[in-house]
């Protein structure tokens, strides 16, 4: 019987525990009209932990929603590669309010999705959102995170 080296034994012991306390990623995978990840995102600077509500944005799948906004539908007009990823030219509607009654308005859009976790908005200051994995947003924000997308 051949007898290991005591680092690698340790060293085996030690990724062998690691993949068995690993937690399964039982989000939604990317997808929907950017391929994004569903769920919420922070703005450049904000933490996943204690964002201010002008930092958070929420998709979905079918749009991407504010803190004022909600049930956002995007229709893409143009997508074109960019980079490493996507530039996409969108008319979106929203309601014009977080809850409660509201109008629906429409706006053109510009979204720049470089990878699945990532977005930016160049017409709106060029402010870059990256997603926040569930177990790092506050309790209060856990059940804004979408279930599960279209």
Do not use: W
Request: hydrophobic share 35%; aromatic share 8%; with cysteine.
């Amino acid at each position: 019987m051949m007898r290991l080296p005591r680092f690698v034994l340790f060293g085996l012991t030690a990724l062998i525990a690691s993949s068995a306390m690993a937690e399964v990623d039982r989000s939604p995978r990317p997808g929907g009209v950017y391929r994004l990840k569903p769920g919420l995102f922070v703005a450049s600077g904000a933490r996943c932990q204690d964002p201010a509500n002008a930092a958070l944005r929420r998709y979905d799948g079918k749009g991407i929603s504010t803190a004022h906004t909600r049930a956002c539908v995007a229709r893409v007009l143009s997508k074109r590669r960019s980079g490493y990823g996507y530039r996409y030219s969108v008319t979106q509607s929203c309601i014009d309010a977080g809850s409660g009654p509201g109008k629906r308005f429409t706006e053109r859009q510009t979204i720049d999705v470089p990878d699945a976790l990532t977005f930016s908005m160049p017409a709106k200051g060029g402010t870059t959102y990256r997603y926040c994995p569930l177990d790092q947003l506050p309790p209060e924000l856990r059940s804004a995170a979408p279930a599960s997308h279209p």
